[in-house]
T-cell receptor, first 114, second 113 residues
Framework: DAKTTQPTSMDCAEGRAANLPCNHSTISGNEYVYWYRQIHSQGPQYIIHGLKNNETNEMASLIITEDRKSSTLILPHATLRDTAVYYCIVRVGVSGAGSYQLTFGKGTKLSVIP | DGGITQSPKYLFRKEGQNVTLSCEQNLNHDAMYWYRQDPGQGLRLIYYSQIVNDFQKGDIAEGYSVSREKKESFPLTVTSAQKNPTAFYLC????????????FGEGSRLTVL
């Protein structure tokens, strides 16, 4: 699986958009980009994933560059409850039978400041 | 509500003792996983199972054992052979297929005294 590079930490003012970058310059054509977050001492929570196109759901938006070498997770209106470690992961999507061994790095610690 | 339940949430163990962490899911997921997390680190895969009665080693399986006798259950035993067992253990499950969404439990924190 392609490796990812994320900043160690970021701050964001409450109510503002939080933009979390991720570099995955060695991503292959069949690898998806996944984002998870982990609030302190809890299990990680799935946020969003995408392959080529930008994706949006009720939690966030995922912007993937045209060359797919980087992506940005956007939390449109950050709240204090969004303070967490955010993990960017790339993984091959396997059709049919198969499990997903997602490799979690150290992620980005996002602090939302009042 | 559907979800994954891990127990116990906190566990203390003396050196040389085996301990079993429970993981139960009612999501009807085929695949289940165990991860280990050390302070300030990411998650490392210990074992995973794609189907009942089958499981594979992950990146750090030494000193651990699992079983998958039922679809709903995937217990992890931390044996005395595990040199540094103090950690936060996370269980997850997923459907089989294209989506890679993992559902995680709340974790079990093991401390060896």
């Amino acid at each position: 699986d392609a490796k990812t590079t994320q900043p160690t930490s970021m701050d964001c003012a409450e109510g503002r958009a939080a933009n979390l970058p991720c570099n995955h310059s060695t991503i292959s054509g069949n690898e998806y980009v996944y984002w998870y977050r982990q609030i302190h001492s809890q299990g990680p929570q799935y946020i969003i994933h995408g392959l080529k196109n930008n994706e949006t759901n009720e939690m966030a938006s995922l912007i993937i560059t045209e060359d797919r070498k980087s992506s940005t997770l956007i939390l449109p209106h950050a709240t204090l409850r969004d303070t967490a470690v955010y993990y960017c992961i790339v993984r091959v999507g396997v059709s049919g039978a198969g499990s997903y061994q997602l490799t979690f790095g150290k992620g980005t610690k996002l602090s939302v400041i009042p | 509500d559907g979800g994954i339940t891990q127990s116990p949430k906190y566990l203390f163990r003396k050196e040389g003792q085996n301990v079993t962490l429970s993981c139960e899911q009612n999501l009807n997921h085929d695949a289940m996983y165990w991860y280990r997390q050390d302070p300030g680190q990411g998650l490392r895969l210990i074992y995973y199972s794609q189907i009942v009665n089958d499981f594979q080693k992950g990146d750090i399986a030494e000193g651990y054992s699992v079983s998958r006798e039922k679809k709903e259950s995937f217990p992890l035993t931390v044996t005395s052979a595990q040199k540094n067992p103090t950690a936060f253990y996370l269980c997850a499950s997923s459907i089989r297929g294209l989506s890679g969404e993992l559902f995680f439990g709340e974790g079990s924190r093991l401390t060896v005294l």
